[in-house]
């Protein structure tokens, strides 16, 4: 007679207490037959937020912008070759000199002929507004505004400063020394120009700039007790800038 206690031959044991047993090849997390170290877990980047995001875009989008605007002027540079009008003094004179010492004030007229040349190849220069300034050392003498002109290109132009003061004050120590040099025969003036000036090529216009324009230390000769001085020597050339 079979024992009923003990299963059949080839059949699964049947479960114990209500639970199944262990599969064979179950695994265990613990156990590690092989013994060796289980590989790290991989490293966790946290995804950044929106509006970091968002700014590194705009500052890469602005770096590019600038980098493809900086290329561009690079281009329009080297197709244009810009380059920056001369002024030469070719001659000046000054008439109807007066001085007076109480108060310390002069009068006369001075004239200025300038030869304005445009250098460049390619563009047309634009002398929107100009101001003309006659200085003797620190002491302003006197300001007028000129006639605005333009310039083709490879031009080469005249242009004419007429100053009159009428009484203009000056320290009486810049008197002292006018009155010095005077008596020595030369007296040297310094012509400032302020232009506010146009580049254009074509359909292609710069934005307006402001040209400035030195003409220092030009002497102009008297004779003695003269109230009349022309120019000494040869014409005089200025400085220019931007």
């Known amino acids: 007679m079979n024992d009923q206690s003990r299963p ?3 059949y699964p044991a049947q479960p114990q207490n209500g639970y199944p047993p262990p599969q064979s090849n179950y695994y265990y997390p613990n156990h590690n037959p092989y013994n060796y170290n289980a590989a790290a877990p991989p490293a966790y980047y946290p995804t950044p937020p929106p509006r970091a995001t968002f700014f590194r875009r705009f500052f890469a989008a602005l770096i590019a912008l600038f980098i493809i605007f900086g290329v561009i002027m690079l281009i ?5 070759r810009p380059r920056i009008p001369s002024f ?10 007066n001085v007076s010492s ?5 009068s006369g007229s001075w004239s200025f002929h300038f030869s304005v040349s445009n250098p460049n190849h390619k563009l047309h220069v634009y002398y929107d507004e100009i101001d003309a300034r006659l200085f003797y050392g620190n002491a302003l003498i006197v300001q007028n505004q000129l ?5 083709p290109t490879k031009n080469q132009t005249s ?6 003061a009428s009484s203009a004050y000056i320290s ?3 008197l002292d020394k006018f009155n010095g040099d005077r008596s020595k025969g030369t007296i040297k ?4 120009i302020m232009a506010l000036v146009r580049f254009k090529a074509g359909g292609w216009r710069a934005r307006r700039r402001i040209l400035r324009v030195y003409c220092d230390d030009l002497p102009l000769q008297f004779s003695s007790n003269s109230t009349k001085a022309t120019l000494s020597g040869s014409p005089k050339r200025c400085a220019v800038g931007i």
Do not use: C, H
């Open 159 to 164: 242009m004419d400063a007429n100053l009159v």
């Open 189 to 192: 003036f310094d012509v400032q």
């Open 147 to 151: 006639p605005p002109f333009d310039q």
């Open 88 to 97: 030469t003094v070719v001659s000046a004179n000054v008439s109807s000199l």
């Open 76 to 80: 329009v540079w080297l197709v244009l």
């Open 172 to 174: 009486s120590g810049a």
């Open 102 to 106: 109480s108060p310390s004030e002069i």
């Open 8 to 10: 059949a031959t080839g």
